[in-house]
Structure formats: C-alpha cells, structure tokens
C-alpha cells in the first residue's frame, strides 16, 4: 500500500505518484475515486460506529441516533472544505453568482450550523428540512463543477469532468433521502 503514496523509481529513492506516465494514471484514477467518496466513506463508518456504540451503552442500536450522528459527521467534513478550498469552491460557482468567497464561507456555515442543528432535539425536524433544500439547492453548482471539470481543491481545469455525476448525482440523493429516512422518518 505505500507504494500507493510514494513510488520507488529502484534507485532507492522516494518519487512523487501520478508523475504522467501510463503506469499511475490507473492508480490516480483510483485515489480521485477514493478522494471524491470521502463524505460517503465517513458517513457510513460514522453510522456503524455510532450503531456499535449505542448498542454498547444502552444494550439496543438507535438507528435514527446513529444516522443523525452520521450525517453530522459528514457535514462538518464538507464544511471543512469551504474554509480549506475556498479558493476552489469559488471556481465552482456559476459565473451570475456574485461574491464567491462570502457565498463559498456563508455555505460552510450553513453546514455547520445544519451538523449541529441535527443534534438539537427542538432543531432536528426543522434542521432536517432546511438541510433538505440546501442540499437540493446547492446541486446546481456540483453539477456545473463537474461539466466544466473543475477540480475544487486547486481551482482549476482537470477535476473529474462530467463522469463524475453519474456518482455525485446519486450521492446527492443518497443524502437527501438519509436525511429524510434518519431525522424525520424514523422520529414520527
């Protein structure tokens, strides 16, 4: 597996991956696979692990808890990516949009406040529908990222492209619906 981070050229010294040639591309394709799956990846562990510790402490799984819990999680995962690649965010961002930077911070927030929002049981219904429309509304700009292969981290041309929707679509939904299923569904 190191040989996925650091590549030995054989004259015992450590080379960046991914320098261009044939041999990395597959293994680059992979890591942006993987990369590009990092809330889906925490939100799940965050799931089982949050289903594994309430079946710990209270001798019963809580799965509207452990999904709540999950969700959170992921969130301030994303958020961490308005302040991290602000830049970035900004290039994603349709050309009408005013105030890139303020939009791409005010959005990170929002999501803050929805991580925490989730856990408040006077805010959670309320949260889960705002969280609801904020994740339909910020679609859009996911999916023209991706027809103009933006890649958020650099700011640049060279991101995924427009295969990517065929996950991030999906992925949207998933959260949608994890919301809908975890927070409002299963606290009738």
């Not at 004259?11 to 680059?28: I, L």
């Not at 949050?50 to 709540?68: F, Q």
Request: aromatic fraction near 16%.
């Amino acid at each position: 597996m190191i040989d996925f981070v650091l590549e030995s050229a054989g004259d015992g010294a450590a080379h960046a991956p991914f320098a261009g040639d044939s041999k990395h591309s597959c293994r680059r394709r992979y890591f942006e696979k993987f990369y590009t799956m990092k809330p889906l990846i925490v939100l799940l562990a965050v799931f089982f692990l949050s289903l594994g510790a309430t079946w710990l402490l209270t001798g019963d799984v809580n799965y509207a808890l452990s999904g709540t819990i999950a969700m959170s999680a992921m969130l301030l995962l994303t958020a961490s990516g308005h302040f991290m690649f602000a830049k970035g965010m900004e290039s994603m961002l349709p050309s009408f949009i005013p105030f890139k930077k303020m939009m791409v911070f005010f959005t990170g927030i929002i999501e803050i406040a929805a991580a925490i929002g989730l856990l408040i049981v006077k805010l959670e219904y309320l949260t889960a529908w705002l969280l609801i429309i904020f994740f339909i509304m910020v679609l859009p700009a996911n999916i023209s990222a991706a027809l103009r292969g933006i890649d958020y981290q650099k700011g640049t041309a060279g991101g995924p492209g427009s295969n990517y929707l065929w996950f991030r679509i999906p992925l949207q939904l998933l959260f949608i619906g994890w919301v809908y299923f975890f927070v409002i569904w299963l606290n009738k």
